[in-house]
């Protein structure tokens, strides 16, 4: 029902910033919520940030300072900026949304994932 198509990652050296952006498309498209989650080999999947559609937004600790998500409602698109990129960060970058469904009925949606590599 809704399909979520990430583009901008890529390789990069610590220090330095990288942008990724996720378009929801499909219908019903009633989003609540978008944003990123990351997961590297072994570890859980963990927050990275999200943003409401009334454009609250909650960050990970690890990224706090550095990422800042931001979303463009007319192209249901969300935007995260990365700054001063830490090999830390490399990891699969999962797009996610909540999706209201009905009155009752809400729904979770990932995308395929695209990879970040922070390294010399």
């Known amino acids: 029902q809704v399909q979520l198509k990430e583009s901008g990652g890529g390789l990069v050296q610590p220090g330095g910033s990288l942008s990724l952006s996720c378009t929801a498309s499909?219908?019903?498209?009633?989003?609540?919520?978008m944003g990123w989650f990351r997961q590297n080999p072994g570890n859980r999947r963990e927050l990275v940030a999200t943003?409401?559609?009334?454009?609250?937004?909650v960050y990970g600790d690890s990224v706090k300072e550095r990422f800042t998500i931001t979303k463009d409602n007319s192209k249901n698109t969300a935007y995260l900026q990365m700054n001063t990129l830490k090999p830390e960060d490399t990891a699969v970058y999962y797009c996610?949304?909540?999706?209201?469904?009905?009155?009752?009925?809400?729904?979770?949606?990932w995308g395929q994932g695209t990879r970040v590599s922070v390294s010399s």
């Open positions: 996610y949304s909540r999706s209201r469904l009905s009155g009752v009925t809400s729904r979770d949606d």
């Open positions: 499909g219908y019903p498209l009633n989003i609540e919520i």
């Open positions: 943003i409401t559609s009334s454009g609250d937004t």
